[in-house]
């Protein structure tokens, strides 16, 4: 059995909002796959429906195959954090997890396997509701890991993480799917996703905007720029569009060139005689990237708040 | 594009099954230690309360009977009761002419009327009372009876005042025969004959063709026994609402065509068992040619609790386990817990994701909160039973006496109750989603209906449907005392006596646990969660 997630065509409404509209993308081993889009885009919906806790009015989600519904050992299949703060507060940490392990047919001992790999022992004892949203998340994952599952699907693992939690969670991910697993996790804020993922599912209303590695969206949104950093920033241009380059101010010293080579840029500056400290390749942020991809969805929806206010 | 290997595990899974689910269940309810202390605070509430009855009871330094307290100070002493040969508290009062029948033989005599005095009848003491006159059981015919004791074993066969022929055996049995009221021009006859343990009941309305009405065997009747004529009327009853006045009746019966095969004696007449309580303790026969008169008081029956006899001054056990609604509410609370706060905390999710089968999530938490719930009922109610009888003998007190076996299914039938309740309030947990609401609902449908019949605020009849229909009806179970059609009394739910049988009204209680098990099923599967 191959371990992936299958999502197809998924629709869901709620009431008056189509939540989901035809979302459709798979996850793959090895790699974590980053699923990005703004709030209310159907991440969290597609998460559930993939765990069987909604129903969808259309499609198909399968596990390897199979309807989540239809594993016997779901959690040795898929490991999902949904909402860290899925907890009764009164139960102590250790003991959510060892109910959880009971319905799996697993001890105490995987219970303790866990809470060492997320680096909970020392309070495994406390009262879940005396955790912080850090620990909580880390408890989730633990959570999560129980069945040792080849799939885990998190929904925005890095909320209330301060910065040496965010730098630990994405290196486990990372070990995570080096071990071969399919990790898919969501969030809100493309920067999160910077350095930990490989692959993209970008999604907007409901369906899936973008679905491409990490390399080749960068790379996209990249094109064929150039960055020149120059203090005679107006003699510059002029050479520059001489030569035939669309030139943007982007900073006090720094041009961004399009439609020239790296190479004949340099030529046309000592040609010219301007001076320059650098040129070089412009390679577009994460941020950037997505910020281009979801202009449309984010544009459309100021348009339909901007109608339904004036309506 | 290198080649991935797709991750696999080397975790070994535990068995698949229903069983690690009640597993999981069972861990999730006893690590919140504040469900533990919820069923811990149940048990000890229904103890508690069930106490206070007996703790404070004093009722043994009245006099029954309608005597009136007693103007020196409180002696209280236990009284003996007389016991049938089932077991049961009985009372056995009844003028008696009789002589002994040896071996088989058979007893036939016509009865042509029975009539009682309205207005004053005499006490064996010399008080009198104000009687409303002729009672609808008061009964006179033919008798066999072991011997004389009160308590002793028998078979007759009876006309009634107002339930026709009767066949009456051993205080709790009772068969109707020929219908119709006996009077002079509507004389009957009756017939009893004895073979070996065996004896068997006739009728007749013309001494020729008769009809069997009923055959029992009296077991361990001794070779000779004592057979004759009888009446009695038993004591009159009229409620006043909370309270209840009482006093004794007495009758008269005409016979005549006695026939007593193997007879060699003479008749004797006897009063049988005077000063129970029930009955004046006097009576006559007149023998005059072949027609006999007999004059009688008293009853042959059991005694109903809290009605004649030394009952009146007994405790009831349902007194002590009335600490049982308190238990409920505190488990109401768990129950309504165990699946409202996984929905507040979004626990749920993580459950349903865990089994996916989501009817056996519900099964197995119905499963855990029922057994909790009647582990909770039986040790409530065996500690109350135990302690209560207790606190009832040190206080100088008296239990009236319940035979083990229906103490046992009391025990064990509030630990049915509280199980099958908490199940309930699960189901509506589930389907509701909302801790306060279904609290809300538990105790309207719980302890609302339960609490107006018991403290008899509901008018009489009302309370009657009222814990026939709702689930309240399940508090049946805890009915200690059967009603005897042959003994007319009030039977309320004040008095611990409950319109169903005990287990017809637990069925009615398992029957809507059931409907909200099957409906909270059918939602908890359909909807998102």
């Keep these: 059995m191959e371990a992936t997630i299958e999502v197809a065509g998924l629709r869901k409404r709620f009431g008056a909002a189509q939540a989901l509209d035809g979302m459709t993308f798979s996850v793959l081993p090895g790699q974590v796959t980053g699923f990005v889009g703004p709030n209310g885009a159907g991440k969290s919906t597609t998460m559930r429906i993939i765990i069987g806790l909604d129903a969808a009015d259309d499609g198909t989600a399968l596990i390897g195959g199979q309807p989540y519904h239809s594993l016997r050992r779901p959690l040795s299949q898929v490991g999902a954090l949904l909402d860290a703060g899925a907890l009764q507060p009164s139960r102590r940490a250790r003991n959510h997890l ?66 040496e939690g965010i730098v630990w969670m994405r290196t486990f991910l990372r070990s995570l799917a080096a071990q071969g697993r399919a990790v898919l996790v969501s969030s809100h804020l493309m920067g999160e996703l910077q350095d930990t993922a490989d692959h993209l599912v970008v999604v907007g209303r409901g369906k899936v905007i973008a679905d491409t590695s990490v390399a080749s969206l960068i790379q996209a949104a990249s094109g064929d720029r150039v960055e020149v950093r120059t203090a005679a920033r107006t003699q510059a241009m002029t050479v520059l569009a001489h030569a035939g380059a669309t030139v943007a101010v982007t900073d006090a010293d720094l041009l961004t060139v399009s439609g020239l080579s790296s190479e004949r840029i340099v030529a046309a500056l000592i040609d010219g005689g301007v001076r320059f400290a650098e040129v070089r390749a412009h390679r577009a942020t994460l941020e950037e990237a997505y910020m281009e991809l979801t202009r449309d969805s984010v544009e459309f929806l100021a348009e339909t708040a901007r109608q339904e206010a004036a309506s | 594009m290198t080649t991935i290997t797709p991750y696999r595990s080397d975790l070994r899974s535990g068995r698949d099954g229903f069983a690690r689910l009640v597993h999981a269940e069972w861990t999730k309810f006893r690590t919140v230690r504040g469900w533990i202390i919820a069923m811990i605070v149940a048990i000890l509430a229904s103890v508690a309360l069930g106490l206070l009855a007996p703790a404070s009871d004093s009722s043994s330094c009245q006099v029954s009977g309608g005597g009136g307290p007693p103007s020196g100070g409180c002696q209280p002493a236990a009284p003996s009761y007389i016991l049938g040969p089932g077991g049961e508290p009985v009372t056995d009062s009844f003028y008696f002419v009789h002589q002994p029948l040896a071996g088989d033989g058979s007893i036939t005599v016509r009865v042509t009327s029975l009539t009682g005095p309205a207005g004053v009848v005499n006490s064996s003491d010399g008080n009198s009372f104000g009687s409303p006159g002729i009672q609808p059981w008061t009964k006179a015919g033919v008798i066999i009876k072991q011997n004389q004791n009160p308590g002793s074993a028998y078979a007759a066969m009876m006309v009634t005042h107002d339930h026709g022929v009767r066949m009456q055996w051993n205080y709790t049995g009772d068969t109707a025969g020929l219908s119709g009221a006996v009077g002079p ?54 409620s006043h609402g909370v309270s209840a006045s009482t006093g004794p009746t007495q009758a008269t019966a005409t016979f005549d065509r006695l026939d007593l095969s193997g007879a060699r004696g003479s008749w004797t007449g006897q009063y049988i068992g005077a000063g129970q309580g029930s009955g004046t303790g006097t009576g006559t026969y007149h023998q005059a040619g072949g027609q006999f008169t007999v004059t009688g008081s008293g009853d ?78 039986v040790i409530g109610a065996a500690v109350a039973l135990a302690l209560g009888t207790k606190i009832t003998d040190s206080r100088g007190n008296y239990m009236f006496p319940t035979p083990l076996m229906t103490e046992v299914r009391l025990v064990i039938g509030t630990g049915l109750l509280l199980a099958v309740a908490a199940v309930l309030i699960l189901s509506v947990g589930a389907m509701v989603r909302r801790g306060a609401a279904t609290i809300a609902i538990a105790i309207v449908v719980f302890v609302v209906p339960y609490f107006l019949s018991v403290t008899a605020v509901l008018p009489v009849g009302v309370d009657d449907w009222v814990l026939r229909v709702t689930p309240a009806a399940g508090y049946a179970i805890q009915g200690a005392y059967p009603e005897y059609a042959q003994v007319a009394a009030i039977y309320s739910a004040a008095n611990g006596y409950y319109p169903l049988e005990p287990w017809a009204g637990f069925a009615v209680l398992c029957a809507w646990a059931a409907i909200a098990l099957a409906g909270a099923v059918y939602l908890l599967r359909r909807r998102d969660a």
Aim: aromatic content about 6%; proline content about 5%.
């Design chain 1, 98 to 163: 060892l109910w959880l392990a009971h319905s799996q047919g697993l001890g105490a001992d995987r219970v303790r396997e866990v809470m060492s790999l997320v680096g909970l022992t020392s309070v495994a004892k406390r009262k879940a509701g005396g955790y912080s949203l850090g620990m909580r998340q880390r408890l989730g994952i633990a959570g999560a890991l129980l069945g040792d599952p080849a799939i885990l699907m998190m929904d925005e693992p890095f909320n209330g993480m301060d910065p």
């Design chain 2, 300 to 377: 042959i029956a059991p005694i109903t609790a809290g009605h004649g006899g030394p009952a009146d001054g007994a405790q009831l056990i349902n007194n002590i386990l009335i600490g049982t609604f308190a238990g409920l509410i505190a488990i109401a609370v768990v129950a309504a817990m165990f699946i409202t706060s996984e929905y507040r905390r979004k626990l749920i999710r993580t459950t349903l994701a865990a089994s996916p089968r989501r009817g056996r999530v519900l099964g197995a938490k119905a499963i855990v909160i029922g057994a909790v719930s009647f582990v909770a009922g």
């Design chain 2, 185 to 238: 021009a509507n004389p009957r006859w009756l017939r009893l004959t004895r073979a070996g343990d065996m004896i068997t009941g006739y009728d007749s309305a013309d001494g020729t063709h008769w009809t069997q009405v009923g055959a029992v065997t009296l077991s361990g009747l001794p070779a000779t026994v004592q057979a004759g004529l009888f009446t009695a009327s038993p004591n009159y009853e009229v």
